[in-house]
């Protein structure tokens, strides 16, 4: 009987997140014995797998990929530096054709393709999975070459767990949400990755565009605060939906389970990748205090709010609009931490100033929405103030 062996990589590497990234991901949609013998192989790094449970395991990534291979969705950079460069790794290893790009439609179709003694060839691992690997841990390393299918797994993890990239100038900011490889964020990543991917409510925000919005063009957030900030008013408008994301996501924040993952932010603007910073998503205890009905719509409207700013056409009311908008995600984020009500106080009054700007600019659509965003948080922080 034909074998299929996934390596795992070395800890220090993000391609071993990214490799768990795409095993947990379906560890809800396979039989149980053989998410023990992945669980297993996890533990010793090496996962060795019958033909047909490896075809269980690409026919699952492929079902999923249906989900996460939409319009508009970031990949990974690929990068120049080392010799082999990254394209020419994936193109010897049949996961992008020759002198292609790298896409989530192309990876997905790899799955489906690529033959056993394909899976079994030897190959150098790319750039982009050894963000983690430099200077004192480059040289401690054990990655060096791996198999196909190793290198396979971890590109389609790598796609599933990049959330948003951040273009400023020149400056490329690649955001990713990875497993922290405990076994509660391998356990929960399904239902994680679920709230991105499974959104079928057209009223539901872009993770993509809310980063963007908030961290590049609203300007006054620091990035780090923006991430945050954004990835709560996404799931705000999760649990506004009220089915079955909406539950998953109780039972995520439930078990503290966004502290598992981490947040990772990796400068692709050069030749090869640096890593700027690795938290853990910590927006369960967040949302546990947040519980209450009016604090979950005052992040929709802050999210209408910066959105419909950005897009004023009167440049004066945009300034003021945008500046009242940054502050008051300073101060709510402020109150996340603190509990204390004046920094909202703050920010209503800023809000009166929009909303009386906006009443006198008649005729201008998105005026009017940002002034109808700015009544409508100002309503939700007057019912949270009591």
């Keep these: 009987m034909s074998s299929v062996v996934i390596e795992l990589f070395d800890e220090k590497s993000i391609g071993r997140n990214f490799q768990l990234a795409a095993l947990a991901s379906i560890m809800s949609e396979i039989p149980e014995e053989l998410k023990r013998r992945i669980l297993t192989g996890i533990a010793t790094n090496v996962i060795q797998l019958s033909s047909e449970e490896y075809a269980t395991i690409s026919n699952a990534l492929s079902s999923f990929l249906n989900d996460v291979c939409t319009e508009g969705k970031p990949v990974p950079k690929l990068y120049t530096a080392g010799s082999p460069k990254d394209k020419s ?48 841990y480059r040289h401690q390393s054990k990655i060096r070459n791996t198999r196909v299918s190793s290198l396979l797994i971890a590109t389609v993890g790598s ?47 872009r993770i993509q565009g809310l980063i963007n919005n908030v961290a590049i063009e609203l300007g006054g957030v620091s990035v780090d605060q923006a991430i945050l900030l954004s990835l709560l008013m996404y799931v705000a408008q999760i649990k506004e939906l009220a089915n079955e994301l909406s539950a998953d996501l109780d039972t995520i924040v439930k078990a503290d389970g966004f502290e598992t993952f981490l ?17 853990p998503a910590s927006i369960s205890w967040i949302l546990k205090r947040l519980g209450e009905k009016n604090s979950i719509k005052l992040l929709n409207t802050m999210s209408w709010l910066v959105s419909s700013s950005i897009k004023s056409e009167d440049s004066d009311f945009k300034n003021t609009a945008k500046s009242a908008s940054a502050k008051c995600l300073n101060s709510f984020y402020k109150y996340m931490e603190t509990g204390s009500l004046d920094t909202l106080v703050e920010c209503s009054r800023d809000l009166v100033v929009v909303a009386d700007r906006a009443g006198q600019l008649q005729g201008l659509k998105s005026v009017k929405s940002a002034g109808a965003a700015a009544r409508e948080t100002l309503y939700y922080i007057t019912r949270i103030l009591g």
Excluded: H
């Design 89 to 136: 790794i994936l193109a010897s290893a049949g996961i992008i054709g020759e002198g292609d790009k790298l896409t989530c439609q192309g990876v997905k179709n790899a799955l489906k393709t690529l033959p056993l003694d394909k899976l079994a060839t030897p190959v150098q691992v790319p750039m982009f999975l050894k963000t983690y690997v430099f200077s004192y």
């Design 159 to 205: 796609i599933i767990s990049l959330i948003s990239v951040l273009r400023d100038g020149r400056r490329s900011t690649e955001i990713y949400l990875i497993p922290d490889t405990s076994p509660a964020s391998l356990e929960l990543s399904r239902k994680v990755y679920n709230l991105f991917y499974a959104v079928r409510d057209e009223k539901v925000s």
């Design 263 to 279: 947040l990772t932010r990796v400068d692709a603007s050069g030749n090869r990748p640096l890593l700027i910073s690795a938290t």
